[in-house]
């Protein structure tokens, strides 16, 4: 058995032009990958590095990024008349093979070319060693930030393999190629991964992100389509192309809020109004900040806008609503008062004058002198009778004295 410092490898000197080649093959072959057949690339890069050195089965298993060194993943090839069962380390620690991640943890390249080089204390090790057959193994650790990354073994089943440098220092070349890829597209399917669950929430909640740079005027949307409705083929592209669809009563409030938050830096929020083809007009409310250079230049203005349009449209029915209660209710000769639930008063009129009172005056204050001694005999008589008195919130006319 033999074990190096990885640092000690001189991977130009110790491998050949043969290796060289490869890794140069699998590197470009990583570069032009896509995130989504990160799995099909690991397996066919294992593939080859078993092809170029004798290995029959080889194993990548990634460690969680949570302390605890568990192993999160393994990724895996064999040959297909061999077995090949290191799934099954998945969820375990590298702890629990002391002996094993004691060298690794020290950086050290681990090369075994027979189980019987492996310590008697080394329990665990041999237990798998034995179990899956294993004439030869080489352990690489990958690390990132001082934190064990990866592990890859190599292995060969029908063959006793006596590795040389070149072999080792061509393991550890490609494992460092492995890790690089993995880091890239793992970062590369959690942004997809984050911008999907980003786009998800805006359509929930019937909102689009957007970043317009003042300097182009360019500008960029996430999911317009879907909230606005507005085609596809009709997206602004430009500050002026969005201006396209928004009234032109509605220009000079959105000129006078840039002028403002372009001086101030400040957060910003604004209603107004799009005017969709096909759908007619939308109503947005935008909620936007913008960004500065180190120079104070405003280099970006990025923000929210939210479809408010069924709010829009309930607040002017309610207040169409409230209008005409209004104007029935002014409309009536007898005085009437009008109360919340808790009997305090948010309408007056009183026998065709203004009562000298106002909204959240308790509606006995404004009665004449007789109706409240009228409604303190009744009330005196109804807890006589019941014990309680309970007061709704009506519309009273206070001719009939009730």
């Not at 093979?97 to 329990?123: N, T």
């Not at 890239?184 to 740079?213: D, I, K, M, P, V």
């Not at 910003?268 to 935008?286: K, L, N, Q, S, T």
Request: aromatic content about 6%.
């Amino acid at each position: 058995m033999s074990s190096f410092e990885s640092s000690t490898i001189e991977l130009g000197q110790e491998r050949s032009p043969q290796f060289e080649r490869l890794l140069t093959s699998i590197s470009h072959h990583f570069l032009r990958l896509e995130a989504m057949n990160l799995e099909v690339g690991i397996v066919g890069a294992l593939r080859s590095i078993c092809e170029a050195t004798g290995a029959d089965r080889a194993a990548l298993l990634e460690i969680s990024k949570n302390g605890t060194e568990k192993i999160a993943s393994a990724h895996t090839y064999s040959d297909d008349d061999v077995s090949w069962t290191p799934d099954g380390l998945k969820g375990q620690s590298v702890q629990q093979m002391s002996w094993l991640a004691d060298r690794l943890m020290r950086h050290e390249i681990i090369h075994i070319s027979s189980s019987e080089e492996i310590p008697a204390s080394a329990g665990p090790e041999r237990e798998f060693f034995d179990g899956q057959l294993l004439q030869s193994v080489v352990c690489v650790p990958l690390f990132s930030d001082g934190e064990l990354q990866a592990i890859t073994c190599f292995a060969a089943q029908e063959h006793k393999q006596n590795w040389r440098p070149a072999h080792l220092g061509f393991f550890h070349g490609a494992t460092e190629i492995l890790g690089s890829a993995i880091y890239r597209l793992r970062t590369e399917l959690e942004l997809a991964a984050s911008r999907e669950r980003l786009e998800l929430a805006h359509r929930a909640g019937h909102s689009t992100a957007w970043e317009w740079q003042p300097d182009d005027d360019s500008l960029t949307f996430s999911g317009i389509t879907e909230v606005f409705g507005i085609p596809a083929h009709l997206l602004p592209r430009t500050g002026k192309e969005l201006l396209e669809f928004i009234p032109p009563g509605d220009h000079q409030e959105i000129s006078r809020t840039f002028a403002k938050v372009f001086s101030s830096g400040e957060a910003y929020e604004i209603e107004h109004r799009f005017d969709v083809p096909g759908r007619g007009i939308v109503w947005a409310m935008v909620r936007g900040q913008v960004q500065k250079d180190s120079d104070g230049r405003v280099e970006k203005v990025v923000g929210v806008s939210a479809d408010i349009t069924k709010r829009k449209y309930a607040e002017q029915e309610l207040q169409r609503a409230k209008e005409h209660a209004q104007v029935t209710l002014s409309s009536i000769s007898d005085g009437v008062v009008r109360t919340d639930s808790g009997g305090r008063i948010d309408f007056l009129k009183a026998f065709g004058r203004q009562a000298p009172a106002g909204p959240g005056t308790d509606a006995v204050e404004v009665l004449p002198e007789h109706h409240r001694r009228h409604q303190d005999s009744e009330t005196q008589r109804r807890r006589r009778v019941s014990g309680f008195t309970t007061r709704h919130g009506t519309s009273r006319s206070l001719a009939s004295g009730s």
